[in-house]
């Protein structure tokens, strides 16, 4: 929709036929934006060479762990020019790899021709069109700029830069943290506790970051700040929805059966810790959301050992 408002003609490609037709015959996706009438330049099509037919930018936007799965079919079709762009706030079980490395490996292009789009964007908000900013990231700044241009409307503006490191791991550490904040607010937890689970989130994510090689600043930006705040306040976002779920007593599976849509932080964050100590870095709230959601661990002992850890300067 937003490419669309922006002037460019749009394929998207959906595996079910029947929401395909709706799509291209009532403007609306009854599943997943009810009530959104949909702009006459995006069309919708159950064929991915279709889709990929002369494509600029092939925009990916599937749940993170499919994406390998799902780009090995489509990359055959894609022309040798098109940029790829990622919209995944994700990093991949087992190989730890962030999604554009899953793209340069998979379709076996340059980090030139990948770029990540992410920050405070929760999908309801901007498909009222409400206004919302976001970052464009490339490591070909050329590039990111083109994107930019392809996608800023009266009610989207995207910023550029060219720390894709950075700007990836922001989108898919504030998964992890707003699970953390979700489990507290359902605990019951005051404004005080969810506001320092945000700043020590975002020193976590912060420490990965420049393990990593990405640049400081990114993390106070719209990538890191910008999409954490965001996510930790809104009950639009699934990863705090299903947080605050846990936190209400819920139990994982019973949890996994009301949420409809994707919360990457659920599988993320056994990825980013993995990435945590390859990188030799202390994460303790990803470890616990870890401990809570995948080992069973119950909230309030995990609270009582995240604030009975070691005391230690605010810096480290
Ligand atoms: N929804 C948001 O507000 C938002 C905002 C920014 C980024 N993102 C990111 O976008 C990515 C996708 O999230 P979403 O919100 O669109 O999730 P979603 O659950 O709403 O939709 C995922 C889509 O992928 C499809 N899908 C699921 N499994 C698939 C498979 N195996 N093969 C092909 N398609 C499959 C689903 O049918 C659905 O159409 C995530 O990484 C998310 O973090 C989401
Ligand atoms: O609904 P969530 O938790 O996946 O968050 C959506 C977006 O990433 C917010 O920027």
Known sequence: MVLADAGCEVTMWGRRASLVDAVNTTRVNPDYLPGIELPAAVRATTDPAEAAEGAAFAVLAVPS??????????????????????????????TAKRMSEV???????????????????????????????????????????????A????????????????????????????????IADGMGLGDNAKASLITRGLAET?????????????????????????????????NHTFGTNLGRGMTLAETIA????????????????????????DMPITETVVEIVHEGKPPLVALKELMSRSAKPERH
């Open 206 to 238: 912060t420490r990965l970051g420049l393990a990593m090689g990405a640049d400081a600043h990114t993390f106070a930006g719209l990538a890191g700040m910008g999409d954490l705040v965001a996510t930790c306040s809104s009950p639009l976002s699934r």
């Open 258 to 281: 009301v949420t409809k849509q994707t919360a990457e932080g659920v599988k993320s964050c056994e990825s980013v810790l993995d990435l945590a100590r390859r990188h030799d870095v």
């Open 65 to 94: 762990q499919t994406l390998r799965g799902n780009l090995s079919e489509w990359a055959p079709l894609l022309p040798s020019d098109t940029v790829l762009v990622s919209l995944m706030k994700g990093v991949e079980l087992g």
């Open 103 to 149: 793209i340069e490996e998979v379709a076996k292009v340059s980090p030139d021709r990948v770029a990540v789009l992410t920050g405070p964007n929760l999908a309801k908000e901007i498909a009222d069109r409400q206004p919302a900013a976001a970052v464009v990231a490339c490591r070909d700044e050329s590039v990111a700029k083109r994107l930019q241009a």
């Open 151 to 182: 996608c800023h409307t009266p009610y989207f503006r995207p910023y550029t830069n060219t720390d894709v490191v950075g700007c990836e791991l922001g989108g898919a550490v504030k998964n992890v943290i707003a699970l953390a904040v979700g």
